[in-house]
């Protein structure tokens, strides 16, 4: 018997992210269970890389609420919602908790599941759930996301987390065995306040470099690309490489030697991937969003406190060793 679900998680990356392992308990625990994720359209590839999800539902709203009344606009919205509602579900899960993801929950058709008045970010989210569950707030988000999913569908959290990309490790044991090894670099983000001394992250480089490892630095916009470039200024074994899409970036990680980076989506999929990942936290805490993987690695610094240069280096000298 088929058990329809819509899970409905929108953003961001890392979040995304942090969901898989979800969506790979629910396949596993729940029989004949067809998964439905709706997301925001610019992420819609995380969702699609995962076996176990059916169809993937791409919302726009992001690029709407620029132009909410718009014809065009209108129009999209008119047509998203038309085909969510002639849609029917056994459970729709919203694991997001947020009066903007509500606005789609409230459209679907199923028993809607969400988190309780305590354990959501906005609780009043939770007036609109038929089923609420208490996950106590303080816990990684792949944990947090785990156990929501656990308790919606009656099973217990057991073994490691599943993120469901093998799909990148056939090409990425390719990329080890013929290309020279690399380290990929995210040295930037959203917010200036994350940022970590340049002195520092020509530190690393050097590191990296007598190791034998060439520099792939990944940037997300024009800024940080000019920001990346001049990191490595006179460095013959460093590239910022082009903006690509999730899958193209997905699969550099994938077959990376290591990863540096900054608390950021594209560090907690690197750690997803199964590459040792060592995560730089300045204005974030790795209480709620450590790295997880199977592979090594390391969650630096937390909200106001960032790691030292030496920290850093030692973690990176175990994740080669």
Same mark, same amino acid.
């Given at each position: 018997?088929?058990? #329809?679900?819509?899970?409905?998680?929108?953003?961001?990356?890392?979040?995304?992210?942090?969901?898989?392992?979800?969506?790979?308990?629910?396949?596993?625990?729940?029989?004949?269970?067809?998964?439905?994720?709706?997301?925001?359209?610019?992420?819609?590839?995380?969702?699609?890389?995962?076996?176990?999800?059916?169809?993937?539902?791409?919302?726009?709203?992001?690029?709407?609420?620029?132009?909410?009344?718009?014809?065009?606009?209108?129009?999209?919205?008119?047509?998203?919602?038309?085909?969510?509602?002639?849609?029917?579900?056994?459970?729709?899960?919203?694991?997001?908790?947020? /009066? #903007?993801?509500?606005?789609?929950?409230?459209?679907?058709?199923?028993? #809607?599941?969400?988190?309780?008045?305590?354990?959501?970010?906005?609780?009043?989210?939770?007036?609109?759930?038929?089923?609420?569950?208490?996950?106590?707030?303080?816990?990684?988000?792949?944990?947090?996301?785990?156990?929501?999913?656990?308790?919606?569908?009656?099973?217990?959290?057991?073994?490691?987390?599943?993120?469901?990309?093998?799909?990148?490790?056939?090409?990425?044991?390719?990329?080890?065995?013929?290309?020279?090894?690399?380290?990929?670099?995210?040295?930037?983000?959203?917010?200036?306040?994350? /940022?970590?001394?340049?002195?520092?992250?020509?530190?690393?480089?050097?590191?990296?470099?007598?190791?034998?490892?060439?520099?792939?630095?990944?940037?997300?916009?024009?800024?940080?690309?000019?920001?990346?470039?001049?990191?490595?200024?006179?460095?013959?074994?460093?590239?910022?490489?082009?903006?690509?899409?999730?899958?193209?970036?997905?699969?550099?990680?994938?077959?990376?030697?290591?990863?540096?980076?900054?608390?950021?989506?594209?560090?907690?999929?690197?750690?997803?991937?199964?590459?040792?990942?060592?995560?730089?936290? #300045?204005?974030?805490?790795?209480?709620?969003?450590?790295?997880?993987?199977?592979?090594?690695?390391?969650?630096?610094?937390?909200?106001?406190?960032?790691?030292?240069?030496?920290?850093?280096?030692?973690?990176?000298?175990?994740?080669?060793?």
């Amino acid at each position: 018997m088929t058990t #329809k679900i819509l899970i409905v998680r929108t953003s961001s990356l890392g979040d995304l992210v942090h969901m898989l392992p979800a969506i790979s308990d629910i396949a596993q625990h729940v029989p004949g269970a067809q998964i439905d994720w709706l997301v925001e359209e610019s992420f819609a590839s995380i969702p699609a890389w995962h076996p176990g999800v059916n169809q993937v539902l791409q919302v726009a709203h992001r690029r709407w609420r620029r132009a909410w009344w718009s014809k065009q606009v209108r129009r999209e919205r008119q047509a998203f919602e038309a085909d969510l509602r002639a849609r029917q579900y056994d459970i729709v899960l919203d694991m997001q908790a947020l /009066l #903007k993801t509500v606005w789609w929950v409230r459209m679907a058709n199923g028993v #809607k599941h969400g988190l309780d008045w305590r354990s959501a970010r906005e609780p009043l989210a939770t007036l609109f759930y038929n089923v609420r569950h208490r996950v106590e707030f303080w816990q990684p988000a792949v944990t947090r996301q785990r156990l929501l999913a656990a308790s919606a569908f009656g099973y217990p959290v057991q073994g490691a987390p599943d993120f469901g990309l093998q799909r990148f490790d056939l090409q990425a044991q390719e990329t080890r065995r013929q290309a020279l090894p690399y380290a990929m670099i995210m040295p930037s983000a959203s917010r200036d306040d994350k /940022l970590w001394p340049v002195p520092d992250w020509h530190a690393v480089f050097d590191v990296l470099s007598k190791r034998g490892l060439r520099l792939k630095l990944l940037a997300g916009n024009q800024i940080e690309t000019e920001r990346a470039q001049a990191l490595i200024e006179g460095r013959s074994n460093a590239e910022v490489l082009p903006r690509g899409t999730l899958t193209e970036t997905a699969h550099h990680l994938a077959g990376a030697t290591l990863m540096v980076g900054l608390d950021s989506g594209l560090t907690h999929l690197s750690a997803a991937l199964g590459r040792p990942t060592i995560g730089i936290y #300045k204005a974030s805490t790795p209480v709620r969003t450590p790295l997880v993987s199977a592979a090594y690695t390391a969650s630096l610094g937390d909200r106001g406190q960032p790691p030292s240069r030496q920290a850093v280096l030692a973690a990176i000298e175990q994740a080669l060793r």
